[in-house]
Each structure stands twice: as C-alpha cells, then as structure tokens.
C-alpha cells in the first residue's frame, strides 16, 4: 500500500498535486481541509469547533482532526492507498496516524514537502481567495499567520519523517506538470 504524506505551507499546491497523484497511482486523498469544510457546511459537532481555529488560521485540535481522518479511511477498507493533504501537523499528529495506520497493518510510505518562498505563497492564496471566496484566503494577515503557525509548529514533522527515512523535499516553485513530474521521480525512488 502506498500511503503519502503530502506537505508543505498554506498555498505550496498541495490540493493541486494531489488531484494528479491520485489518478497516477490510484490513491483516495484525504483533506484535512476538504474534511474541514465538509464539516463546517453541514454544521457537525466536529465542524463547529473546527470553524473557531480555522478562522484565526490556528491549527484545529488533534482529536477533531484525528477522529475525522479515522472516520473517512474508514470508508475505504479496499483503498490502494491514501494520500494525506494537510495531515499530520504535528508530531503527536504523525504518531497517532502511526498508531492508527499500525492497527491496519499499513503505514505511512514517505513524506514529501513541497517548498515555496513566503511571498510566492501570500500570492497564491489571495489569488484563489478572489475565485473561492473562502475568508481564510482572503486576508493577507490570517495568511501569513497559517504560514507563520506552518513554520513554527508544522515544519518540524520534517525531523519526524527523516528520522524514519521518509522524508523528500521537492520544489514546489514552477509549472504544475513540472512540479508532478518531480513529484512521481520522488515517490518512484523512495517507495521502490
């Protein structure tokens, strides 16, 4: 089973990429932002809370994001693989996935960090906050405040990842089908 790890700040592509991995390696991909929304638009319990966080551009609590990656794995007991898109976050995150993954005698197969300087990310998300109209992408300052959340308390799942041997950055700055291609060598060298 492959399972990914797709990671990088607020704006780096990751939704984007994903799209192209999962038709390349037939994956099911999970958002945490997507499992976010989808909670928040049908006003659940877990959506609720979440929508308090997500406004500040805070991270949202470990047991609300865990239990609602758990709940929708949980739909695909035949999946190929998965790939995470803005999960874990953190280090108790990546254990919990760990554990979790454990129990499905599965687990996470690599780590791959898309980079991108601060300027070139700001640019991107108030570009897509102008077609989604979603707020989180319309304020500059709750932007830099993600990528500021991102780099003190996210990036740190790099050390998590490297020490098991599963960590690859890729450059995350260029065309999408250049930035896939990237992508595929990575994953093609380190899940063989």
């Known amino acids: 089973m492959l399972n990914i790890v797709l990671f990088g700040p607020p704006g780096a ?8 991995l999962i038709e390349q390696y037939n994956l099911v991909h999970i958002s ?3 499992l976010f929304r989808h909670h928040l638009k049908n006003e659940t319990e877990l959506g ?9 551009g805070e991270l ?18 035949d999946a190929k693989g998965f790939i995470f898109d803005g999960f874990p976050r953190t280090a108790p995150q990546a254990e919990a996935l760990d554990d979790f993954l454990s129990g499905k005698n599965t687990k ?8 991108a300087a601060e300027e070139e990310l700001v640019k ?16 500059e300052s709750i932007i830099r405040n993600r990528i500021k959340v991102y780099n003190e308390q996210t990036a740190i799942l790099a050390d998590f990842y490297s020490k ?17 291609n990237r992508l595929c060598i990575a994953i093609n060298q380190l899940a063989t």
Do not use: C, W
């Open 32 to 34: 945490t932002g997507d």
């Open 164 to 180: 098991q041997g599963k960590y690859e950055v890729v450059n995350g700055v260029g065309g999408i089908d250049e930035i896939f």
């Open 48 to 56: 609720v809370k979440a929508k308090g966080y997500m406004d500040k």
């Open 124 to 139: 991107r998300l108030l570009l897509r906050g102008k077609d989604s109209g979603r707020a989180d992408d319309s304020d």
């Open 60 to 77: 949202v609590p470990d047991e609300v994001t865990i239990g609602m990656l758990e709940e929708k794995v949980n739909q695909h007991p």
């Open 13 to 20: 592509g990751k939704g984007t990429q994903s799209e192209k």
């Open 108 to 115: 996470i197969t690599l780590m791959l960090a898309l980079g």
